[in-house]
Structures are given as structure tokens and as C-alpha cells.
């Protein structure tokens, strides 16, 4: 299939674009990191236009978001919301027009009202529902991340035992999340593209590995990666709660179960990871 990814040079996206095209499909790439003209805060954007039209089928992952630091910092400011409402917008004008296939990535959060990210992102579910697409709900995707100020917990955990020695962390770590291996990611996303005319637009397609783990027992997870390699980390957690999602605890539905099941373990997923980050550090 001629798939186009908007947003490939994120963290999924890149996953997804070097995943898919291992599997026989011809990936047409669309991020800002590729020049301006690839900016979809941009209206109109003539090759966005263009690269919908001429596709098959469109992931529409980009987004202005990051971890845990960059929506503390950002998310409650003007650009922000004003980014994400013009990607919405831009996108989703062309998906009209071109009536192409497409899954949008949305996230658990977006019913989280008090969360500027969590209300865009439902939004675009709502906009998605309009043109009979398909949403995606992720739960924390992990892997290797190229910008390092959008940083997800994982990723700045390990940057911090390398270049810092301990993890510092914003909060006690007491807080769960449901943590999916990207790789996982991309063969949940491929399944659905593939299956696409089996799912309605308000099916609960809910990407995640369905297990939960505490902040905390990732910093110790990471940790024995250190000490595997004979580097000593300390973890220094905070006093904070959690201020990002306030500790609320949705349920995965389990719905997907049914086309696909996520299969790396946190353990195996974070040594990938840390694998692949050590050699930037060796």
C-alpha cells in the first residue's frame, strides 16, 4: 500500500516508518523535521494536499506533544494549543476532501477535561468520528526518541543514569501507567490498517500492553540496567504527586484483543531501549 505517515519523525512515527516499509509498503514521510513545507501548522500546506491525495491510507500521528516535562511546561500555553489546533484543523480538512482511510492517534487521556492535550485529543476523536475514521488510543508508547526536550519517562531516565547518574524524579513515582514496547506499536497499527473495514469508528481500539507499573519500579527496572554494565545510578524520587494526569486511572478495553496482543515485556522492552541508547554513550 502507498501509506503516508504525518508525523514520522516522532517517536511512533519513526518506528512505524521504518516498520512498514520493511513489510512491502511504500512510506511516504511527513514531519516538520523535514523542512518547513512539511509543517502542518501551516494552512493551507500544498504538500500535505498533495501527499493525501496520492496515498492509500494515512496515519495521522503528528502532534505537538511530549512527556511528562514538556506538557508541565507547555501545555496550558498559547502555542500549544494554538499548534495542535491548527494540525487538527489543517489535517483533517484534506481527510475531508480526499475521503482517504486513515487511523488517528489519539490518546487515554482525552477524557482527562482538566488536560489542555487530553481535550485536543478529543477533539480530534470527534472530528474522526465525522469522516467514519478509525481512533487509536495509545498508552504511553516507549522506544528511542530523537528529541530529547519531548522526552517520555523511559527514554529520560536512562539519559539521566548516563549523563547525570541518578535519576531525579518530578514526582514520588507512586503513579501507574500501562507502558507499550513501540515495536508492539507498529504491529497493532499494521493489523488495524490491514483490518480496516472490520472496525466501526466508534470501536475502543486501546493500544497498550494492559499491565500496569509504578514510576518507581521503572527507575528500578533501568537501574539493573546500570548495574549489568557496572555503573552505580541512584534514584532520588520527589515529594510531588503526580500533577500531569493527577494519578487518574482509566481502564484499557481490551477490545483489540481480538486481531491483535502486545508480546515484549516491560523488562525486555527497557533493554532494547537502553541498548540502543548505550551506544550513543560507549
Not at 500492553?209 to 552505580?232: M, P
Request: include cysteine.
Amino acid at each position: 500500500m502507498k501509506v503516508t505517515i504525518l508525523g514520522s519523525g516522532g517517536q511512533i512515527g519513526a518506528y512505524l516508518t521504518a516498520y512498514l516499509r520493511d513489510k512491502g509498503h511504500e512510506v511516504t514521510e511527513f514531519d516538520v523535521v523535514n523542512g518547513e513545507d512539511e509543517d502542518l501548522t501551516q494552512i493551507p500546506n500544498r504538500k500535505l494536499m498533495r501527499d493525501i491525495r496520492m496515498t492509500d491510507f494515512v496515519f495521522f500521528l503528528a502532534f505537538d506533544v511530549g512527556g511528562s516535562h514538556y506538557l508541565k511546561k507547555y501545555q496550558h500555553t498559547f502555542d500549544f494549543v494554538n499548534n495542535n489546533a491548527r494540525i487538527l484543523t489543517n489535517v483533517f480538512q484534506y481527510l475531508s476532501e480526499y475521503k482517504k482511510p486513515f487511523i488517528f492517534a489519539s490518546s487515554q487521556m482525552s477524557n482527562m477535561s482538566y488536560s489542555p492535550y487530553g481535550v485536543l485529543k478529543r477533539v480530534g476523536e470527534l472530528y474522526t468520528q465525522t469522516l467514519k475514521g478509525l481512533t487509536v488510543k495509545f498508552w504511553n508508547v516507549y522506544g528511542i526518541e530523537k528529541d530529547m526536550e519531548k522526552a517520555h519517562v523511559i527514554t529520560d531516565f536512562i539519559r539521566k543514569g548516563f549523563e547525570e547518574g541518578e535519576f531525579e524524579m518530578m514526582t514520588d513515582g507512586t503513579e501507574e501507567r500501562q507502558f507499550l514496547y513501540a515495536e508492539d506499536c507498529c504491529e497493532a497499527l499494521e493489523t488495524i490498517m490491514e483490518s480496516y473495514s472490520d472496525f466501526k469508528p466508534t470501536d475502543p481500539l486501546h493500544v497498550t500492553s494492559f499491565n500496569s507499573t509504578s514510576i518507581k519500579e521503572v527507575a528500578h527496572i533501568i537501574q539493573g540496567q546500570f548495574n549489568l554494565i557496572g555503573k552505580d545510578v541512584s534514584i532520588k524520587p520527589g515529594l510531588a504527586k503526580d500533577s500531569v494526569q493527577l494519578d487518574k486511572r482509566n481502564e484499557a478495553d481490551n477490545y483489540i484483543i481480538g486481531w491483535w496482543t502486545p508480546k515484549t515485556g516491560i523488562d525486555k522492552g527497557i533493554a532494547k531501549v537502553f541498548e540502543e541508547m548505550k551506544k550513543d554513550y560507549e
